[in-house]
């Protein structure tokens, strides 16, 4: 797939929005990319995830690994792809983690996989990881860079389905919040 046809398929779904948010990353932006609106549908999740895989099939990838939550979907379905397992990380007490019994075996070529990324901050917690078991990163796939490519990951070759160069600010920098444009609800928690 081309950036053309993934963002065109990002708009098809409304999974790009434009308003007032408040980002995971605690910056405000006047756009946001509900992933869910893309991935609710079986099909796109599919045919955006074997874009991925295309990309990495030569890179003897052994497991895919994806943050929870939109990353599950991600993993599962580039894992897929590759002919791969699939597996992820959770937070427990604030820290990147593996549970429910996951490991890797020393030297495990990863392919990382991510939805959204801002800053790059979640997915380096899951290179950090990765590593901690052992594992190696050999690079991370996303849906959407919304860092317009700079977000880096040392040492780790990175790929997107879609790059953007979207605006964010730090809340007492934001000129919507200056104009008093109230936080457009989105996503699970309702802001």
């Known amino acids: 797939m081309t950036q053309e046809e993934v963002k065109e ?3 098809k779904t409304n999974a790009i929005m434009d308003g007032h948010f408040l980002l995971t ?6 756009h946001y990319v509900e992933k869910f609106n893309v991935l609710q549908h079986p099909e796109y999740t599919e045919k955006l995830c074997k874009a991925m895989a295309e990309h990495f099939k030569d890179a003897r990838i052994e497991t895919v690994v994806g943050p929870v939550t939109g990353g599950i979907l991600l993993a599962h379905e580039t894992g897929k792809a ?5 597996i992820f990380t959770e937070r427990v007490d604030g820290k990147m983690t593996f549970r429910r019994g996951f490991t890797l075996h020393e030297g495990e070529r990863c392919l990382i996989v991510e939805d959204i990324v801002t800053t790059g901050g979640s997915i380096q917690e899951v290179i950090d990881v990765v590593r901690s078991h052992g594992g190696i990163p050999v690079a991370v796939s ?15 070759e990175k790929y997107a389905l ?6 964010t600010y730090k809340p007492e920098d934001c000129p919507l919040c200056k104009q008093g444009i109230p936080m457009t609800k989105r996503g699970s928690t309702g802001k």
Do not use: C, N, W, Y
């Open 162 to 167: 879609l790059t953007m160069d979207v605006e």
């Open 142 to 156: 996303m849906l959407v860079d919304r860092s317009a490519g700079k977000a880096q990951f040392e040492g780790v």
């Open 82 to 86: 590759l002919g791969t397992r699939a």
């Open 25 to 30: 990353s605690g910056l405000h932006s006047p």
């Open 9 to 11: 398929l990002l708009i």
